[in-house]
Nanobody
Framework: QVQLVESGGGLVQAGESLRLSCAAS????????MAWYRQAPGKQREVVAR???????DYADSVKGRFTISRDYAKNTVSLQMNSLKPEDTAVYYC?????????????WGQGTQVTVSS
């Protein structure tokens, strides 16, 4: 059983920073891409940032230049450094990972962590 556990959410004021972390645990061979998604009330879940096994990154236009995704491959963790936060960044943030087993892979989600940015 694979688990993704997020941490680091909270309440901040506009312009401040937060760092989210996600740790994958369980028995598996490796992890391909890892990503952060978010879902605001009444809106669909959207991808925020993604990082491949090779370290390539992609960001949503709305967070480019403010957010940075990174991975610790040895510890199976992914982090999201969020700077210059805006009220519109308020959402539940979810960690996502493509986990590889012997000859198949599966996609997993964390439980989510709330980020609230006040104006």
């Amino acid at each position: 059983q694979v688990q993704l556990v997020e941490s680091g959410g909270g309440l901040v004021q506009a312009g401040e920073s937060l760092r989210l972390s996600c740790a994958a645990s369980g028995s598996f061979s490796s992890i391909n891409a890892m990503a952060w998604y978010r879902q605001a009330p009444g809106k669909q879940r959207e991808v925020v940032a993604r990082i491949t096994s090779g370290g390539s990154t992609d960001y949503a236009d709305s967070v480019k230049g403010r957010f940075t995704i990174s991975r610790d491959y040895a510890k199976n963790t992914v982090s999201l450094q969020m700077n210059s936060l805006k009220p519109e960044d308020t959402a539940v943030y979810y960690c996502n990972a493509d986990v590889v087993f012997n000859w198949w892979s599966n996609n997993y989600w964390g439980q989510g962590t709330q980020v609230t940015v006040s104006s």
